[in-house]
């Protein structure tokens, strides 16, 4: 099972450089308008974050009325100092009985950057949301100025998720760093050179979210 799980996480380096993931985590919509979003759309119950990271969004939508279980495969990402009821998987193989989860939201993870087969994801959370939960995707949209400075692009085409009965919107949120050398800091790891021609400590950033009441067949 262990294996199984192994080839089917998609590396991420959060969890051999937490310094950069710190810096990521810490600027990325600095306003946390993802997470204001993600808290006035999730019900009261019990809600699944896939490939929750170290559970700095998870953290954030619990309350009294809701529970969330973050879900992660990576043991290195997983912090068990956050009072969280941690689960370890991946999105192909969600590792709860069917029906368990009110919604289901996955902030930049599984379903990210080009992932081609996000049918063997989205079947799995189909099955483990009860019919009529909210699922929630957020990606990056592209097309503003955070993604100007990568080489390639990195927004991931709507069409996929609409064909698929999801409706989006746009969240306009900012990469707010401390500094410019925090900013090319966290840049050029993620584009290269490029990353150095970041000038300024505020960067316009597009976030699409789709979201659909699972249908169970
Ligand atoms: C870009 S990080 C996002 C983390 C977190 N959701 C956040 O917003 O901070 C992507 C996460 O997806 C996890 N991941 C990788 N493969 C996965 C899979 N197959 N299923 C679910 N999560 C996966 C990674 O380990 C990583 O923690």
Excluded at 39 to 58: C, K, Q
Excluded at 135 to 162: A, H, L, M, R, T
Aim: hydrophobic residues 40%; glycine residues 6%; proline residues 4%.
């Amino acid at each position: 099972m262990i294996n199984d799980i192994n080839t089917k996480i998609i590396p991420f380096y959060g969890g051999i450089k937490p310094d950069l993931f710190e810096i990521e985590r810490r600027c990325m919509d600095r306003d946390g308008k993802v997470i204001q979003y993600l808290d006035s759309f999730l019900p009261n119950g019990i809600v699944i974050d896939i490939g929750a990271g170290n559970g700095y969004t998870a953290e954030k939508l619990v309350h009294e009325n809701r529970i969330v279980i973050p879900m992660e495969p990576d043991e290195k990402m997983i912090d068990l100092s956050k009072d969280l009821a941690w689960s370890n998987g991946v999105a192909q193989s969600i590792p709860f009985h069917s029906n368990t989860f009110d919604a289901m939201y996955s902030t930049w993870a599984f379903f990210f950057d080009g992932i081609t087969d996000i049918d063997e994801g989205l079947n799995e959370i189909e099955r483990v949301v009860k019919n009529e939960g909210l699922i929630i995707i957020v990606d990056n949209y592209g097309n503003d100025e955070f993604c100007s400075f990568s080489p390639n692009d990195i927004s991931n085409p709507v069409s996929k998720w609409v064909e698929r009965g999801f409706k989006y919107e746009i969240i306009d949120t900012e990469f707010v760093f401390d500094t410019v050398e925090e900013a090319k800091k966290l840049l050029t790891f993620y584009f290269g050179e490029q990353g150095n021609k970041v000038n300024k400590t505020r960067l316009e950033y597009k976030v699409v979210v789709y979201t659909k009441v699972n249908k169970q067949v």
